[in-house]
């Protein structure tokens, strides 16, 4: 018990979250359990805190009738609390566990694969040539759905590319 103590004193809940981009669901589920653990933890310190000895006999010096101090002090020391199967809830926090890690895995392959998609984006900008150096054959060659969607507004007698007039105004004028 005091090792499992120990090791929740030291959990650092901030850096849990932050370290490993926590967001959305996990991240309010973490906080929900924080929460719970703060409250738990709160409210052992406030019963372990407590006096936990009754002192009869200042009870007898006060009180005229001794035996109602005597029926109650023996119903105290043949007090047994009652133990309660707390197995439901350590599967319930074990089942929380295993959610909260495969969320967990879940976010960082998702993050992992961003995170490869933005370097190979990021190396094809570095390694890109200047828009003025590129020829047509080339762009042609990169998308060649411009070079059909060309053929079509020519074969149709098209040849103003459509909304561009809008965009860019006439120049024809000038």
Known sequence: MAVGRSAALKVDWAKIGTS????????????????RND????????????PQT?????????????AVV????SHFKSFKPATYDVSRQIKAIEAFE????????????????????????????????PFEDLTVDEV??????????????????RWAVPGYKEKFGDLSVL
């Not at 009754?54 to 001794?66: A, D, G, I, P, T």
């Open 70 to 73: 005597d029926q109650i002090e």
């Open 39 to 50: 409250d738990a933890r709160r409210k052992v310190q406030l019963l372990s805190d407590a």
């Open 54 to 66: 009754v002192n009869f006999e200042s009870y007898r010096s006060q009180l005229k009738n001794q």
């Open 140 to 157: 042609v060659a990169a998308r060649p759905d411009i070079d059909e969607r060309t053929t079509q507004l020519v074969s149709k007698g």
């Open 98 to 129: 295993a959610q909260a890690v495969k969320n967990a895995e879940e976010t960082k392959g998702l993050v992992d694969k961003e995170l490869g998609d933005l370097e190979k984006t990021l190396k094809n900008i570095e390694e890109a040539r």
């Open 20 to 35: 490993l981009g926590l967001k959305g669901q996990t991240a309010a589920a973490l906080a929900a359990f924080k929460k």
